[in-house]
């Protein structure tokens, strides 16, 4: 079948190692976010705004920024006069500006750099054939000639116009994974060559995936096999800048990075030009995970994709990964599980495997500055894990086996009624509701439990109750106050006989503020049973509170 696609053919390499290097050292970061982010947002950024994200990205720790592209826009030439003349670069941090290969272009850009300490010019050509005869109708020598012209511009107008500045130079063949490999090894020499680098210094050459055309391990075989064939690659950084039109922009460059590229240019959450650039949030977290020290930090990556979502106007997916909503949250009872056992036994995992390794969670929110407390979500396919977790973490309530078991039956119906989400608050109001707050047609008015002189474990003592509108005082003795109030329930009229069936105890915090709680199970004649909840100062008021609530139910069957 005839292609419908012209895709690229893949390059002949004459080596591959790639494929069996491990990922171990950080590669230089640049942020583009404020040239080729920006102009792929729908409403560019004000200068205050860009001002804004380019402080957020030294905080991040970017040593490397491109500002923008001053010879095509007023905003941002002006945006890099402010940087410079306000003091704003940091000394350890080095802006880079882009322009096109033509001479009035770059004699701007120069302008836009006067005064600066460190700069680095960033020029580019398109050298693909389907560029340079198709867009531009030049041929591969003339785009040759274009390339080495601005970088002879840009040497010597920055000897004049910038003498008291560092300036370094960057050059992207624009579309290079598209792009003849041997033409592009070609002008990039020629580039270092044309500009003439002092020794030591290095020409950053960018080699782009402009539009994503390639399967990742093509862009890491374009790289490789480029540096293998360089005749000046002492002399360069090579670096990476690879879009996403495929999806595949993280994977291809760190595939890219273990076929030996040094630096990597993208953006936060991956804006730029159609599907956008390199993901550097994820590319970065990716490359923590693995043990590399990136140099970059998202200790509150919460708070920074809020602000980005409100710089940019573009809203961030909730599975966004790594930063969005949902990633760190489970609804699925048996992943609500094994979450739930995995935190509650993080300490014995982590001396197990040597690390820190939990089920169905990636990385640990906190290294993110999240918290647990909101990722175990309850709807209706949530399980008992999922809700005993978020009860827990809620209310503090630790719900036996088969009280969960009878609980969670409650919750799924909830959720399948209410056909959304259920609200930790809504969980507990349920709990309340069905457990502890059934106070009718029973109500207790009071219960004295007096032990005896003879023999202090045997209770004598009075219980006053209101049951269908009427009061009762009943006598409640046995051996220990809870036998003895379900001996004085036994006397009511009641339409069935009951007894305690499960009876267990616990309590809410440690310190003498504790809160007792009481859980019992009763049944009755009728073969019907139900739970009961019930809170005190002590346990007896408690397990007596449980008593009641779980006798109403009986009584209401509910
Ligand atoms: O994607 C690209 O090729 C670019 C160049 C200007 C480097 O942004
Ligand atoms: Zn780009």
């Known amino acids: 079948m005839k292609p419908r696609y012209a895709c690229p053919k893949p390059v002949k390499v004459s080596r591959r190692k790639w494929p069996s290097r491990m990922l171990r050292q ?28 380019f402080q957020l990205l030294i905080q991040i720790g970017f040593k490397e920024i491109e500002v923008g592209f001053p010879s095509a826009s007023a905003d941002d030439f002006q945006f890099c006069r402010d940087l410079i003349e306000q003091n704003l670069i ?19 850009t120069l302008d836009a750099l006067k005064g600066v300490r460190r700069a680095v010019v960033h020029v ?9 005869k198709f867009v531009f109708g030049k041929t591969a020598e003339e785009t040759k000639a274009m390339a080495l012209d601005a970088v ?28 003849d490999l041997d033409f592009a090894v070609d002008i990039c020499d020629s580039v270092i060559e044309t500009w003439q680098p002092k020794p030591g210094e290095k ?5 782009p995936a402009t539009v994503e055309r390639r399967l990742p391990n093509q862009y890491a075989d374009m790289i490789e096999e480029f540096m293998y064939r360089q005749k000046r690659g002492e002399q360069s950084i090579i670096s990476l800048h690879a879009h996403n039109d495929m999806g595949s922009a993280v994977a291809a460059t760190e595939m890219a990075l273990l076929a030996g590229a ?3 240019e993208g953006t936060l959450f991956g804006h730029g030009e159609r599907c956008g650039n390199v993901d550097l949030i994820t590319l970065v977290l990716n490359l923590q995970y693995l043990g590399v020290n990136t140099g970059l ?15 940019s106007g573009i809203g961030v997916h909730p599975r966004h990964p790594y930063a969005g909503e949902l990633v760190f949250t489970a609804f699925s009872g048996s992943h609500q599980d094994a979450i739930h056992k995995g935190l509650m036994n993080a300490d014995a995992l982590t001396k197990h495997f040597g690390a820190w390794k939990v089920p169905y969670l990636h990385i640990d ?14 709807n209706s396919q949530s399980g008992k894990g999922g809700i005993a977790y978020v009860l827990q973490q809620e209310s503090g309530i630790h719900l036996p086996r088969p009280l969960l078991q009878d609980f969670s039956a409650s919750v799924q119906a909830f959720a399948d009624k209410a056909g959304r989400e259920v609200e930790a608050s809504e969980l507990i109001g349920l709990l309340r509701a069905k457990y502890v707050l059934q106070d009718s047609p029973l109500r207790l008015l009071n219960y004295w439990p007096r032990p005896t002189a003879a023999d202090p474990t045997r209770i004598e003592g009075e219980v006053h109750a209101d049951f269908n509108g009427q009061a009762y005082t009943l006598s409640a003795a046995a051996q220990g106050p809870i036998a003895a109030f379900v001996r004085a329930m036994q006397q009511l009229p009641l339409p069935f006989t009951f007894k305690l069936d499960e009876y267990e105890e616990d309590s809410i915090g440690s310190d003498e503020d504790a809160e007792a709680v009481t859980f019992v199970k009763l049944s009755n004649s009728a073969g019907q049973s139900r739970y009961g909840i019930g809170f005190g100062v002590n346990i007896d008021q408690a397990a007596v509170r449980a008593i009641v609530s779980a006798l109403n139910g009986l009584l209401n069957g509910k």
């Open 26 to 53: 950080s590669p230089v970061w640049c942020a583009v976010d404020l040239r080729d982010g920006n102009q792929a947002l729908p409403n560019p950024m004000t200068p205050v705004q860009k001002k804004r994200y």
């Open 90 to 108: 940091p000394e350890d941090v080095t802006i880079s500006v882009l322009t096109q290969a033509r001479e009035h272009l770059i004699s701007k």
């Open 124 to 132: 580019y050509t398109a050298t693909s054939e389907l560029h340079m």
């Open 152 to 179: 002879r511009l840009i040497r010597d107008g920055s000897r004049t116009k910038l003498a008291g500045s560092e300036i370094l130079l960057e050059f992207s063949p624009e579309e290079f994974t598209d792009t």
């Open 203 to 207: 020409v950053i050459l960018n080699l």
């Open 262 to 264: 040094h630096r990597v």
């Open 297 to 311: 930090t998202f200790g509150n990556i919460e708070t920074l994709r809020d602000e980005l979502v409100e710089l």
């Open 365 to 378: 929110p906190r290294d993110l500055g999240r918290s647990f407390e909101k990722f175990i979500r309850i």
